[in-house]
């Protein structure tokens, strides 16, 4: 019975397909495998320097984004502006220094610290405790703090774990192994020390260490804990070693676990700047039915430069970029001809999304338009590779789309008519299975529209090895005849959804094990 109600949906669904979006879905000719090349070309081309959020590369990136929205006549979409912006800060590492009984050690040579392990400040200290390895692991029996009273003082440790048993605790991760420097600076700060200075092997560097921050969305209050790593020559000045060869930190592994007479003075000067990242909307205004919206996105920022070395991200999310732009050329053409959709369109690319969803989620918090008139989002996120997983004989006639059977029963239904009606491929939902180890739905921006009740629709390639996140993500690798194709299933479902009489439904919850 239920299988006959799902052909009778489906039945009615191609006939509603067929008289509503007619009009709209013969401008899918304006879909092709040369115009999605051409935009890609430039979104993911060296230019662009990888696009990174709050970069040069990603300003250039959504102010070609924004040209291309005006060339079509699309309207901005945040008053006058095509861009919405919020907030990205970084720190700024302005001040750093390091002095031992009055002398004054290099950055890089003999100290560092990082951004995150340190707040702004000027400490001093007239005292040390030498704590060994600074491990504490009860499942070793191994206690380099016993019988030290370290509360309000700065510890110095040695890096790794030398003979201990827990410097054997391989697999338990960088977190967890009671060996790693971040566990020992969580064992320092549970004790109440004021900091902790690593002796590291690891100087002089040989890479200039970085003064810029990692970019965060939310205001930063700061470390209060104070770190830095330090050189055997920093040590020798702070602990009573005598030698007159070179040092190393095995050297000091012998020295008693007791307080050391010292006098140390650290400044650390922070400058946190707004760096500013931007979505950049246009839209395309509805006539009857111009207070409710259909969204389409994704996100144009990618992983930036290491160096030299640019990562291009044309498939991610360059693909979804330029996918939401052909789409909005396809709109745009449609309406010079007189062929309006009934409902407004919001192409929406967004920033941040390789940083954790920043500019969707400012959107959803943010929004301009309002969510609960808001039918639909249907999110690209890489669309113009083949999985190097997938074995099966469609592999060159598929996507896989994420979030059908969740928030609205309509979804399934109008995607598999427009997918009938336009380009036939498989729609493969294997990454809406609960059990996803990947956990695929929650990881694009779609997510946050359903957390706020907004119906949505991923489509995905699938691409996780091969070159995901790797600068080998290049134009060369995209196929782009099979990006056409599912671009154009994605058009044609989008002119359903823009044309039909009612919202979707909203009859499903969002219920996700495990998260």
Not at 59 to 82: C, D, H, T, V, W
Not at 166 to 181: E, I, Q, T, V
Not at 223 to 247: D, Q, W
Request: include cysteine; charge should be neutral.
């Amino acid at each position: 019975m239920k299988k006959m109600l799902w052909i009778l949906l489906l039945l009615t669904s191609n006939m509603s397909f067929a008289q509503t979006s007619n009009a709209l879905t013969k401008y899918g000719k304006v879909i092709t495998a040369e115009g999605l090349k051409q935009k890609l070309s430039i979104i993911a081309s060296a230019e662009m320097e990888g696009r990174e959020t709050g970069t040069p590369g990603q300003k250039k990136a959504a102010a070609y984004i924004e040209s291309e929205f005006k060339r079509m006549g699309l309207k901005p979409g945040n008053g006058q502006s095509y861009q919405q912006v919020y907030p990205v800060y970084q720190d700024i590492l302005s001040e750093k220094k390091l002095v031992v009984n009055g002398k004054s050690f290099e950055w890089d040579k003999d100290f560092n610290f990082s951004l995150q392990g340190i707040s702004n400040g000027n400490w001093n200290f007239t005292e040390v405790v030498f704590a060994g390895y600074g491990i504490v692991d009860p499942s070793k029996s191994v206690n380099d703090y016993e019988n030290l009273e370290v509360k309000g003082k700065l510890v110095v440790v040695l890096d790794g774990g030398g003979s201990a048993p827990a410097a054997a605790a391989g697999g338990r991760g960088m977190f967890n192994n009671p060996a790693s420097s971040f566990a020992k600076m969580r064992t320092a700060a549970s004790k109440g020390a004021a900091g902790l200075l690593i002796i590291s092997p690891d100087f002089p560097k040989k890479s200039p260490s970085e003064t810029k921050g990692g970019m965060y969305l939310k205001a930063n209050t700061g470390a209060s804990f104070l770190s830095a790593a330090i050189s055997p020559e920093v040590a020798a000045n702070i602990t009573p070693i005598v030698s007159t060869n070179k040092l190393t930190v095995a050297d000091f592994k012998d020295i008693k676990k007791t307080n050391y007479p010292v006098d140390i003075n650290i400044t650390a000067k922070k400058v946190t700047e707004n760096v500013e990242s931007s979505n950049v909307i246009a839209v395309l205004p509805g006539t009857d039915k111009k207070e409710e919206y259909v969204m389409i996105t994704g996100h144009y920022d990618h992983l930036g430069k290491r160096g030299d070395v640019i990562y291009y991200g044309a498939d991610d999310d360059g693909s979804g970029t330029v996918s939401v732009m052909q789409i909005a050329e396809a709109f745009s053409v449609a309406a010079k001809k007189g062929k309006q959709p009934r409902r407004t369109i919001v192409f929406m690319t967004v920033s941040g999304e390789e940083k954790g969803l920043w500019g969707s989620e400012y959107y959803s918090e943010h929004p301009i338009f309002p969510l609960d008139q808001t039918t639909v989002d249907l999110n690209i996120d890489m669309v113009g590779r083949v999985d190097t997983e997938r074995k099966t004989g469609d592999s060159l006639n598929y996507v896989y789309v994420i979030g059908h059977d969740k928030l609205s029963t309509d979804l399934p239904v109008i995607n598999e008519a427009a997918n009938k009606a336009s380009s036939n491929i498989t729609l493969d939902y294997m990454f809406d299975d609960p059990n996803d180890k990947n956990r695929i739905y929650y990881r694009s921006d779609h997510y946050n529209f359903a957390k706020k009740g907004v119906p949505v629709l991923f489509f995905y390639d699938g691409m996780l090895l091969a070159d995901y996140h790797k600068p080998t993500d290049t134009i060369e690798k995209i196929n782009f005849d099979l990006m056409q194709k599912r671009v154009l299933m994605i058009y044609y479902t989008a002119c359903d959804m823009t044309q039909r009489d009612d919202m979707l439904k909203r009859d499903l919850k969002l219920n996700m094990p495990g998260r």
